[in-house]
């Protein structure tokens, strides 16, 4: 089973919808938890991190289950700039680099 | 405020010959990623720094790869011989202090990357 996974998509959905996607992790040991975007051709940048309680920001919340070990992004009124790869990231904490899953690739239509 | 700062953007060359990466991280980061992304293995860390000392090159591919860190402002990754099946995008990251306890928040800022192509 791979460290981290993903649904890569496309996920196509209308402007102004809400789209959510999950993200699996294998390592009970997982401390913390990142969503990170990175658009096309560009280098990934941090979107949010995951709280143990869920925590939003604006139109995107983030919820991690650690039962089920997965961590979640909910986006609301999508807007086209919203198009990209997002990507979970995953760390054991402490010194250590992060794992990042292969991205879920979502597409807002006009 | 500088970002990470890779070198160079692009690269071209022959199989055999011999690559550097560089890059510059965030002045004050204690810590540097290096990464290498294809579209088949997503995001892969090779290895990382922590106070200029390598702390993890397990997934550094083979001995054809090696990366250094003189000083706390530049690293580079080499590869000699290079080989097609390189190519990829590596991308550079730092940040400071992981250990921030369980719920680390400190991202990691990532250099444009490097696209390397090995004809």
């Known amino acids: 089973r791979k460290e981290v996974e993903q649904d890569p998509g496309p996920f196509n959905v209308p402007e102004g919808a809400t789209v959510a996607f999950n993200c699996t992790y294998s390592?009970?040991?997982?401390?913390?938890f990142f969503w990170y975007r990175q658009d096309c051709r560009k280098e990934p940048k941090l979107l949010m991190s995951?709280?143990?309680s869920g925590n939003e920001d604006g139109r995107f919340t983030a919820q991690l289950n650690r039962a089920s070990q997965y961590i979640s992004l909910l986006i609301r009124d999508s807007k086209l700039s919203d198009s990209a790869t997002y990507l979970c990231?995953?760390?054991?904490?402490?010194?250590?680099?992060?794992?990042f899953g292969k991205g879920t690739h979502l597409i807002i239509q006009p | 405020d500088a970002g990470v700062i890779q070198s160079p953007r692009h690269e071209v060359t022959e199989m055999g010959q011999e690559v550097t990466l560089r890059c510059k991280p965030i002045?004050?980061?204690?810590?540097l990623f290096w990464y290498r992304q294809t579209m088949m293995r997503g995001l892969e860390l090779l290895i990382y720094?922590?106070?200029?000392?390598?702390?993890?090159d397990s997934g550094m591919p083979e001995d054809r790869f090696s990366a250094k860190m003189p000083n706390a402002s530049f690293s580079t990754l080499k590869i000699q011989p290079s080989e097609p099946r390189d190519s990829a995008v590596y991308f550079c990251a730092s940040s400071s202090d992981l250990r921030t306890g369980p719920y680390s928040n400190q991202p990691q800022h990532f250099g444009d990357g490097t696209r390397l192509s090995i004809l």
């Open positions: 995951v709280y143990s």
């Open positions: 390592n009970s040991a997982s401390q913390s």
């Open positions: 002045s004050g980061h204690d810590y």
């Open positions: 720094f922590n106070n200029n000392v390598p702390i993890d």
């Open positions: 990231v995953v760390t054991r904490g402490g010194a250590d680099g992060l794992t």
